[in-house]
């Protein structure tokens, strides 16, 4: 039946737009939508108590259809990479917050809530932070201040941080970053109380990918969240990026996933979805791309504290997919030319039909 209904939903999807009924340019889209008062993503999500958003990043704002359905389709809005540590501390002590500030700007002229990511990662770090020895009384004033002088920066202006992002390997060891091998284990729990401290109200979340499925590398994550609540550290919620890819299969136990870190008093989100295909797309695999994403969504709406759902970008055009996975794409509800594809009639009939 599901499949039924998904191959009707993409065969309606592909008529309309054959026939310039569709989406047209996001100008004529948005015109539509005001005259029909048709419901965005957001709109219909808000209806379920959640928000749906997309990343973003600097170099496409100047992008104008773009930036029209960026800030018409969606009430959340995460910076790609305008607040990771490179870009906002280039220099040891230097802070510059003008990449973050830019989306954070756009948000808010949209009405639009931002997602901090992030402030504690392996990756993307400045060449003063990795390309030397730090004891570790010298790294845990390092990572104290860089992260409580972003925090206080954005106090007020983002609803929830991802403080410590991918801190463990696929087995559920912890990842051996520097932060790690220097200071151990207990650079999270600090991470977590000094972020707290320079703003009370933020929600801090641990986020990584490959954990929507029930396993070694989430059940880690279980393991520390408990002993973390147990220790009275502030975490409020965890992240599953979802980065998915149709040839290794859908994580069937995201709903289950989902709910035992709830019964720990955490709120989950979908942070970074996307769900990748080896090239060419075929019908077939964007009716399959189509299919996920509707159970990630429903997933996400029957379990009360998943809070939302975040596109990593919401089109093919600034997807970050092709460049690390040569020969894989096509990973996003609208296509290159900012056209919707089943995926996002799929998106819409989940969310409207709860």
């Given at each position: 039946m599901?499949?039924?209904?998904?191959?009707?939903?993409?065969?309606?999807?592909?008529?309309?737009?054959?026939?310039?009924?569709?989406a047209?340019?996001p100008?004529q889209?948005?015109d539509?939508?005001a005259?029909?008062?048709?419901?965005?993503?957001?709109?219909?999500?808000?209806?379920h108590?959640?928000?749906?958003?997309?990343a973003?990043?600097n170099?496409?704002?100047?992008d104008?259809?773009?930036?029209?359905?960026?800030?018409?389709?969606?009430?959340?809005?995460?910076p790609?990479?305008?607040?990771?540590?490179?870009a906002?501390?280039p220099?040891?002590?230097v802070?510059?917050?003008?990449?973050?500030?830019?989306?954070?700007?756009?948000?808010?002229?949209?009405?639009?809530?931002?997602?901090?990511?992030t402030?504690?990662?392996?990756?993307?770090l400045?060449?003063?932070?990795?390309?030397r020895e730090?004891?570790?009384?010298?790294?845990?004033?390092?990572l104290?201040?860089?992260?409580?002088?972003?925090?206080r920066?954005?106090?007020?202006k983002?609803?929830a941080?991802?403080?410590?992002?991918?801190?463990?390997?696929?087995?559920?060891t912890?990842?051996?970053?520097?932060?790690?091998?220097?200071?151990?284990?207990?650079?999270?729990a600090?991470a977590?109380?000094?972020?707290?401290?320079?703003?009370?109200?933020?929600k801090?979340?641990?986020?990584?990918?490959?954990?929507?499925?029930?396993?070694?590398?989430?059940?880690?994550y279980?393991?520390?969240?408990?002993?973390l609540?147990?220790?009275?550290?502030?975490?409020?919620?965890?992240?599953?990026?979802?980065?998915?890819?149709l040839?290794?299969?859908?994580?069937t136990t995201l709903?289950?996933?989902?709910?035992?870190f709830?019964?720990?008093?955490?709120?989950?989100a979908?942070?970074?979805?996307d769900?990748r295909?080896?090239?060419?797309?075929?019908?077939?695999?964007?009716e399959?791309?189509?299919?996920?994403y509707r159970?990630?969504?429903?997933?996400?709406?029957a379990?009360?504290?998943c809070?939302?759902?975040t596109?990593?970008?919401y089109?093919?055009?600034y997807?970050?997919?092709?460049?690390?996975f040569p020969?894989?794409?096509a990973?996003?509800p609208w296509?290159?030319?900012?056209?919707p594809?089943?995926?996002y009639f799929?998106l819409?009939?989940?969310?409207?039909?709860?």
């Amino acid at each position: 039946m599901r499949k039924n209904r998904l191959r009707l939903a993409g065969a309606v999807a592909v008529f309309l737009v054959t026939a310039g009924l569709g989406a047209g340019s996001p100008a004529q889209a948005s015109d539509r939508q005001a005259g029909d008062r048709q419901p965005t993503l957001a709109d219909l999500a808000q209806r379920h108590g959640r928000y749906f958003g997309s990343a973003t990043d600097n170099p496409e704002l100047t992008d104008g259809p773009y930036t029209a359905l960026l800030g018409s389709e969606f009430d959340q809005i995460t910076p790609g990479n305008g607040m990771k540590w490179y870009a906002t501390e280039p220099e040891q002590g230097v802070f510059d917050f003008s990449q973050g500030d830019e989306i954070v700007n756009l948000a808010r002229a949209n009405r639009q809530k931002v997602r901090g990511h992030t402030l504690v990662w392996h990756s993307q770090l400045p060449g003063w932070l990795t390309e030397r020895e730090w004891t570790a009384p010298e790294l845990r004033a390092v990572l104290k201040k860089h992260i409580q002088t972003e925090v206080r920066h954005y106090r007020g202006k983002v609803f929830a941080w991802d403080v410590v992002n991918e801190a463990f390997n696929e087995d559920g060891t912890y990842r051996e970053s520097v932060f790690y091998k220097t200071l151990g284990p207990g650079y999270i729990a600090d991470a977590l109380r000094w972020a707290h401290q320079a703003d009370p109200r933020v929600k801090l979340y641990l986020n990584d990918y490959n954990i929507e499925g029930i396993g070694p590398k989430s059940d880690a994550y279980h393991r520390l969240a408990k002993e973390l609540k147990a220790q009275g550290v502030p975490l409020h919620g965890i992240g599953f990026q979802a980065h998915l890819a149709l040839q290794y299969g859908y994580p069937t136990t995201l709903e289950d996933n989902l709910r035992r870190f709830s019964r720990l008093g955490l709120d989950t989100a979908l942070t970074e979805v996307d769900i990748r295909m080896q090239l060419p797309a075929t019908q077939e695999k964007l009716e399959q791309q189509a299919e996920w994403y509707r159970d990630l969504t429903e997933a996400c709406l029957a379990v009360r504290r998943c809070v939302g759902l975040t596109l990593w970008d919401y089109t093919d055009k600034y997807s970050w997919i092709p460049a690390f996975f040569p020969g894989e794409g096509a990973a996003l509800p609208w296509d290159e030319q900012l056209q919707p594809k089943p995926a996002y009639f799929a998106l819409r009939e989940a969310l409207a039909r709860r």
